[in-house]
């Protein structure tokens, strides 16, 4: 009767101590929120305002040889920030 008993515990032992925990899912939802409301305008805004900034920028731009940076600085990286980022990743902005 006890090696039963034994062999039983040991059989369920394996059983549920081979079973994955589950993991607990992150909620972002303040995150995706937040980038939706407050974030992405802003980002928008300084696309925009980078935009005129580099029109009038454009002439010393373009004697110096560093329009493609300029370009980048001030109309790029605002505007991959606002339309190709996923909402509630705010690892890229810096």
């Not at 006890?2 to 369920?12: F, G, P, V, W």
């Not at 994955?20 to 407050?38: H, I, Y």
């Not at 600085?73 to 606002?82: K, R, S, Y």
């Amino acid at each position: 009767m006890k090696n039963k008993i034994l062999i039983l515990l040991c059989a369920l032992g394996v059983v549920f101590g081979s079973v994955a925990p589950a993991r607990a899912s992150v909620d972002n939802s303040l995150e995706v929120v937040g980038d939706l409301a407050l974030v992405r305008p802003g980002c928008f805004a300084v696309t925009i305002l980078g935009s005129a900034i580099f029109v009038v920028a454009l002439p010393f731009a373009a004697m110096s040889g560093s329009v493609h940076s300029t370009a980048d600085t001030l109309v790029g990286h605002p505007a991959a920030a606002t339309f190709t980022r996923p909402l509630g990743d705010f690892t890229t902005l810096n």
